[in-house]
């Protein structure tokens, strides 16, 4: 009994010190300054980190009941957490002293999983959180953390449920990308789906484009991309049903296509393709959108470009999601280029995929080089959209520009472009269409536009004004950065609404800096012309060789314009074979090598428009009086060849039934100049000729021809033969 007693005692006093123990415990928690625990808090996370760490402001934790849960668990309180004026360091290195700074945290923590090796945070948030970013040119960045390595994996696993902050701001500087920019973050208040900003950028971007392009251009491409967005869909439509009327789905086999389909419905707005990921099962009617949760202004630099914008993207937690598509909108205008898009990334953690409407517009489609890297040639203010479908798979990733629609100063664009990752240079790729170019839009591609486009564009090369050949420098620098494989289409390309040339096709090779066109080929005058060009750019200077054939083409068709010349019949046919170098079409000009030769057989040519040029002055007075009649071309042959940017005639004769005419003398491609002597022998009756050359002098900007007066008379009416 004593001993029961005594045992009854000692239980007594333990359970009692136990209580007073948890008593003293609870008190102590409840009560105790946090605060004197920072030092202890700061020091062992900076030595976590390997960077400084401190709480400068309160440290405080209090203790709450659990939300959502049930039972016993709901008696179990949690700890929330709360700190003020909170910093981390960046590298003695970086520019900035500080990687983040806060105004404050708060986050709750489940005592409950700890026993299993589970940290859980039910909730964190933050006030005013402010990053800076920075990477050096050798590598070296601030958000890489050297952690100490244990060797063996950690049994401890981290659950964070909600994340949550007002505003915040992210400064970013990158040496290799010469970026220095400024984000402000912001909640947006509530979610927004990304159907409706897809159509509030839709509407925003073209009416950049119709700035670009005109409101009429800008009509056309949106009537281009709708027509084809509802061919799209009535052909998807269909094949649904089709596929719903031969197999039958069960609910479970709906969820799992809902599931496997990972873009927004909104999206389909432009034509799907077997990147997109679309199941074969059947897809619900209206499946869930994904929505943005913050909203972005960004300010700065990059590439040396000045850029501003604004931006969306979704919840931060929805980063952590491998199957659930991370929404992404921005709209940012670098110099004079604007760019838009609105979509999503897969897997954002491993940038596993990117699915997005791209519009794009600017002043110069090479101004997309500094940005990009992308080599492109000079061309007048365009605008496009399309479907951009990226795949991350380093360092091999590839983007799809897909079913673009554009416009080129006043010309249409249609195609699909891909641009590869590889090595040694990446590559772009495909197929573009343009169903009306006007050829004022080619221009810049060689320099020949006019200065104000020139001036808008950004170009400072200053055409002389004595010369017509292009002096603008090929840009060879430019072609090494990348290699090309692109197939251009022409339906029809417009000189002149009076000379249609059409079926303008041209393969476009780019290869370690060499540039080739094989072939240049389109119709015109209902003949045709074909080029082959070889642009090795990869030397300094620039060496090319070029080839032409003119087949069939007729005289009437290539001057309608001219009165005089709707009664030929005659066509040309020719041959070209140069060799040059230089860095521009008139130092390319100014150093050929080569030859040049045409022939004209088979026609008739209007007696004004041939004794107009100086064959006859008799016969153009008969012409005002009596009016007109043909002459039969029996033959007119040129063959020129060309030495180091001087041509000279072998052949330069034109033979008619009234006259005989041979041409000698250079032409200068150097300094674009001519100097030509015209030998006329008349065969039929005439009232007057010139017995004497006559001179062709002048440059290709300033043509002039005159005769020999001292050594020109008046000779009687002559027969056939005389001279």
Request: charged share 20%; with cysteine; glycine share 8%.
């Amino acid at each position: 009994m004593t001993l029961a007693r005594a045992i009854g005692k000692s239980a007594a006093w333990i359970v009692g010190i136990v209580a007073l123990i948890i008593a003293a415990t609870g008190v102590f928690i409840f009560t105790f300054d946090w605060n004197h625990a920072k030092p202890w808090v700061n020091e062992h996370v900076s030595t976590a980190l390997g960077r400084s760490f401190a709480i400068n402001g309160d440290l405080r934790v209090d203790w709450r009941r659990p939300q959502g849960e049930t039972g016993w668990r709901a008696w179990v309180p949690w700890p929330r957490f709360s700190a003020t004026q909170l910093e981390m360091g960046n590298p003695d290195w970086a520019k900035g002293p500080k990687f983040v700074t806060l105004d404050a945290a708060h986050f709750d923590l489940a005592i409950l999983p700890l026993f299993t090796h589970q940290i859980v945070i039910p909730s964190i948030d933050v006030v005013n959180p402010a990053v800076d970013l920075e990477r050096l040119a050798d590598g070296r960045n601030t958000w890489t953390f050297e952690f100490k390595q244990s060797g063996q994996p950690s049994p401890w696993k981290l659950r964070l449920d909600s994340f949550a902050f007002a505003k915040g701001t992210i400064v970013y500087r990158d040496a290799i990308t010469k970026a220095d920019l400024t984000i402000a973050v912001d909640t947006l208040g509530h979610p927004i789906p990304i159907g409706d900003v897809l159509k509030e950028q839709e509407q925003t971007s073209r009416a950049a484009s119709a700035q670009h392009v005109g409101k009429q251009g800008a009509a056309q491409m949106a009537a281009k991309a709708h027509a084809e967005a509802a061919s799209a869909a009535s052909g998807a439509s269909a094949a649904q049903g089709a596929r719903a009327a031969s197999t039958p789905v069960t609910a479970s086999g709906a969820a799992s296509a809902s599931a496997a389909r990972p873009v927004s419905s909104a999206l389909t707005a432009v034509p799907a393709s077997g990147a997109s990921g679309a199941s074969g099962a059947a897809v619900p009617a209206k499946p869930s959108e994904p929505t943005y949760a913050f909203g972005l202004k960004v300010d700065g630099r990059y590439k040396n470009v000045p850029v501003t914008g604004t931006g969306k993207v979704g919840g931060v937690l929805a980063v952590e999601s491998a199957t659930q598509p991370f929404p992404l909108h921005a709209d940012v205008k670098a110099g004079d280029t604007r760019l838009a898009i609105v979509g999503t990334l897969t897997d954002p953690r491993h940038l596993a995929a990117l699915n997005l409407r791209l519009w794009l517009q600017g002043t110069s489609m090479s101004h997309l080089y500094q940005l990009t890297g992308i080599t492109l040639p000079d061309t007048p203010p365009y605008a496009t959209e399309g479907r951009l479908i990226g795949n991350f798979n380093p360092p091999t990733s590839t983007f799809r520009y897909e079913n673009f629609n554009g416009r080129v100063g006043g010309s249409d664009l249609h195609g699909t472009l891909t641009w590869a990752q590889r090595k040694p240079r990446p590559k772009l790729s495909g197929e573009v269409v343009s169903n009306l170019l006007q050829f004022s839009d080619l221009a810049p591609v060689i320099g020949a536009d006019s200065p104000a486009s020139k001036a808008k564009r950004g170009d400072t090369t200053r055409q002389p004004p004595d010369r017509v050949l292009p002096v603008a420098a090929f840009r060879t620098e430019r072609w090494s950065a990348i290699d090309a494989d692109v197939k251009f289409t022409g339906r029809r390309l417009i000189k002149s609404p009076q000379l249609p040339i059409t079926n303008l096709y041209t393969h476009i090779l780019l290869h370690d800096g060499v540039l080739t066109l094989e072939p240049l080929q389109f119709g015109v005058a209902g003949g045709t012309l074909a080029t082959n060009a070889h642009l090795d750019g990869s030397r300094t200077p620039l060496k090319g060789r070029f080839t032409l054939s003119a087949r069939h083409l007729k005289l009437k068709q290539l001057f309608p314009t001219q009165k005089v010349m709707q009664t030929a019949l005659g066509e040309i046919n020719g041959d070209a074979s140069l060799s040059a170098t230089g860095n521009s079409p008139a130092a390319l000009a100014a150093t050929s090598t080569g030859e040049v030769k045409a022939l004209i057989t088979d026609g008739r040519i209007s007696l004004l428009l041939m004794e107009a040029a100086g064959l006859n002055v008799a016969n153009v007075v008969y012409e005002k009086l009596f009016g007109t009649r043909d002459v039969k071309i029996n033959c007119a042959a040129f063959d020129f060849v060309a030495n180091d940017g001087m041509l000279e005639p072998k052949v330069f004769a034109l033979d008619t039934d009234d006259a005989l005419i041979n041409v000698d003398g250079p032409v200068n491609l150097r300094d674009e100049s001519v100097d030509l002597k015209i030998h006329p022998h008349t065969k039929g009756f005439r009232i007057f000729s010139l017995r004497s050359p006559l001179y062709a002098k002048g440059t290709f900007k300033n043509r002039r021809s005159a005769s020999r007066r001292a050594h020109s008379r008046c000779a009687p009416a002559r027969r056939s033969g005389s001279g």
